[in-house]
């Protein structure tokens, strides 16, 4: 998409793969920030055809893993606007959050923005089981601005200072518990294959660092040697945050982050595990010799 964009507006971009469910409402929710593009990596739904239906450039691009296709996208993508958002098939803006969108790309000062995400669970929104108001780096400036090379949860790395705005972004998720299930089943994959990775290799917390440095410190120092970690994430939810008012949806949302961080711990051992195994099969043999 070639032509010179007005101040103010945002290139939004929303990675697909069989999102049939969800894109019309998401492109629909944006286009009033500017041009919008879903980069698709394989569906075999409607996926396309809708989102161009909807008014989105439709491109394709093999999945390269959740920072890799930001990456691509940003460097490839014929982007005209100085603002870009980033934003999941499975979530939508309300016309409050657009506009205060809009003002925020007309004002100098900030690289970036953390928004804030509003959680539909079941149908209904989460008030207290949910960590809201979950602040993601999603808006930014587009130069400088590059996805860390992380295999999960990653994070939006920009030049310059970044501030919260109030609106929040809505997530809600049509496909089911099933979809939950293995979409967390597929994530506790990537995580342990992450904390499995050498020291040197992995991406370093900082406390003193951006946000995302300082929660990742957090995760590595702190979060991930708590002992009895799902019970504690359990309680956390469910007692401390008041999951409970949240009725029974909320006491399943919290059983299952809680099993969500007990299939990380169970599949990091299990590579743990496999390693120190194929350790002891590769370590030489020292043969006796009788005399």
């Avoid at 860390?148 to 790395?157: A, G, K, L, P, T």
């Amino acid at each position: 998409m070639s032509g010179t964009a007005s101040r103010g507006e945002i290139s939004v971009i929303i990675p697909t793969r069989d999102e049939a469910i969800h894109i019309a409402r998401c492109v629909d929710s944006a286009r009033g920030l500017g041009p919008v593009f879903a980069v698709d990596c394989g569906s075999i739904d409607d996926t396309r055809e809708i989102a161009a239906a909807h008014g989105a450039t439709v491109v394709e691009h093999p999945w390269e893993g959740h920072a890799g296709q930001k990456n691509w996208a940003l460097a490839a993508l014929d982007i005209t606007t100085e603002w870009v958002l980033f934003l999941d098939a499975d979530e939508y803006l309300t016309p409050d959050s657009v506009a205060e969108m809009r003002d925020a790309a007309r004002r100098d000062g900030a690289a970036g923005y953390y928004l804030a995400r509003r959680y539909i669970f079941l149908g209904q929104e989460l008030r207290h089981a949910w960590w809201y108001p979950d602040y993601q780096l999603r808006l930014f400036r587009r130069a400088g601005a590059r996805c860390e090379d992380v295999q999960v949860h990653e994070h939006m790395i920009v030049d310059g200072p970044v501030e919260p705005l109030r609106q929040a972004i809505m997530h809600d998720n049509l496909k089911g518990l099933s979809a939950f299930v293995e979409r967390h089943n597929r994530y506790s994959d990537l995580e342990a294959a992450e904390l499995a990775r050498p020291a040197a290799n992995r991406k370093k917390g900082s406390f003193t660092g951006s946000w995302a440095e300082r929660r990742r410190a957090v995760k590595d120092r702190i979060w991930f040697r708590v002992p009895m970690r799902p019970l504690a994430r359990f309680a956390w939810l469910y007692f401390v945050k008041r999951g409970f008012l949240d009725g029974r949806r909320g006491l399943l949302f919290c059983y299952l982050i809680a099993t969500y961080e007990f299939l990380i711990d169970v599949k990091l051992m299990e590579r743990k595990l496999a390693a120190s195994d194929a350790a002891r099969a590769t370590k030489p043999v020292r043969l006796e010799v009788q005399r």
